[in-house]
Each structure stands twice: as structure tokens, then as C-alpha cells.
T-cell receptor, first 111, second 117 residues
Framework: RKEVEQDPGPFNVPEGATVAFNCTYS??????FFWYRQDCRKEPKLLMSVYSSGNEDGRFTAQLNRASQYISLLIRDSKLSDSATYLC????????????FGSGTQLTVLP | GAVVSQHPSRVICKSGTSVKIECRSL??????MFWYRQFPKQSLMLMATSNEGSKATYEQGVEKDKFLINHASLTLSTLTVTSAHPEDSSFYIC?????????????FGPGTRLLVL
């Protein structure tokens, strides 16, 4: 079983749609959680951290359920510029706090 | 935010040659840098953790004699792919941890695309 699992998609949605991505992780000792965004042939960039209380940043809302080991990302009012691959990322409990990446969910927002 | 550079951005080489990739933190000192590899349509896979002044820690399945890592200063880590083969063709990305940004904060370089013919 992969440490971090995501639905690979692709998700093709019209502009203005709401889209949700899910992610599960296997290591219950994981400490921190993130969503990164990766554009084609570019490096990943941090989109937002994910907290148990849930957090919102503009059109983006992230949620963490530690009991279910489940992370979600909701994008409201999708823009064309949201088209990218969204990576679910988990930081381990070791001293180096290494990041483990999911394989990503591809989103294409259509005009 | 903090800036990390990588050089070269892309390289094409013949099978059997060695390729060196540099990763620099431009405006902060990075005691820890990470090297990842990403094959097409796959996720980033951590290859090794590089600590300044000490030996790198390699992930399981990554050959330390093939992927030489040197972290000689607080702003520079290098990855050398020795005797490269076509199966080493991949997107190599480094990241650097900014101590001021929290233990999980990593800033990624723009990546190096390696093609081995």
C-alpha cells in the first residue's frame, strides 16, 4: 500500500465549478499535512498546510481527519489558472520531517 | 519566499558519462537539503537527505555509489549521477529547508531534466 494515496484523475471541470480532491495516508504517526500544486514540467509549490480544524485560503479549503487518516482539498469557483496537478503531502515523525508525496490529482479547468 | 536555484535546468548526455547537478539556496542557509526524482506521471520520490558537513542519508533502493551527494556548504548541495544510463533519465528536484521557516518548510528548486541517450 502506498504511503499517500490520491485519485489520479484527471478531473475536467468547467470554469466556476467546485471540485474536491481526496487523499489518504497510511502512517498514523504523520505529523503535518500539506497540499502542493505542480504545473507541467515545473517544481511543486506549496498551496496550503492542512490542520485538523480545517483551514481556508480564499477559494481553497483544506480539511484533515486524523481518525480516518484522510485529507481533502476543495476548490470553489474554479479558474482556468487552477489547472495543475495537486499533490497531497505528508510530513513524517522523524527528526528530518521528510515529506512523502502522493502521486497527484490532475485538474483541468475548461473555459 | 526563499529562493532555491538548480543548475543546469536540463542536460542531455551519452550513456556512461557522469552528470553533476547543483542546488543552491540563494537567500538563506540550508543545513538540510533533499534530492527527489520524478518520472513522468509519477510522484516525487525522495532519494536522499543531505546534511551540511556530513554524509547523506539515502532512501531504500537508491544506490549511494551511483548518486553521489556532497553538501559542502550551507548554501550548496550537489548530486552527481555517475555512469548515467537511459533509465536514469528523469526530473531531478532539490529542496532546501529554511531553519527560520519551520521544520517542515522546504523550498524547491526548479528542477533539472536529465536525458541520457
Amino acid at each position: 500500500r502506498k504511503e499517500v494515496e490520491q485519485d489520479p484523475g484527471p478531473f475536467n471541470v468547467p470554469e466556476g465549478a467546485t471540485v474536491a480532491f481526496n487523499c489518504t495516508y497510511s502512517n498514523s504517526a504523520s505529523q503535518s499535512f500539506f497540499w502542493y500544486r505542480q504545473d507541467c514540467r515545473k517544481e511543486p509549490k506549496l498551496l496550503m498546510s492542512v490542520y485538523s480544524s480545517g483551514n481556508e485560503d480564499g477559494r481553497f479549503t483544506a480539511q484533515l481527519n486524523r481518525a480516518s487518516q484522510y485529507i481533502s482539498l476543495l476548490i470553489r469557483d474554479s479558474k482556468l489558472s487552477d489547472s495543475a496537478t495537486y499533490l497531497c503531502v505528508v510530513a513524517g515523525s522523524g527528526s528530518a520531517r521528510q515529506l512523502t508525496f502522493g502521486s497527484g490529482t490532475q485538474l483541468t479547468v475548461l473555459p | 519566499g526563499a529562493v532555491v536555484s538548480q543548475h543546469p535546468s536540463r542536460v542531455i548526455c551519452k550513456s556512461g558519462t557522469s552528470v553533476k547537478i547543483e542546488c543552491r539556496s540563494l537567500d538563506f542557509q540550508a543545513t538540510t537539503m533533499f534530492w527527489y526524482r520524478q518520472f513522468p506521471k509519477q510522484s516525487l520520490m525522495l532519494m536522499a537527505t543531505s546534511n551540511e558537513g556530513s554524509k547523506a542519508t539515502y532512501e531504500q533502493g537508491v544506490e549511494k555509489d551511483k548518486f553521489l551527494i556532497n553538501h559542502a556548504s550551507l548554501t550548496l548541495s550537489t548530486l552527481t549521477v555517475t555512469s548515467a544510463h537511459p533509465e536514469d533519465s528523469s526530473f531531478y528536484i532539490c529542496s532546501a529547508r529554511d531553519p527560520a521557516g519551520g521544520i517542515e518548510t522546504q523550498y524547491f528548486g526548479p528542477g533539472t531534466r536529465l536525458l541520457v541517450l
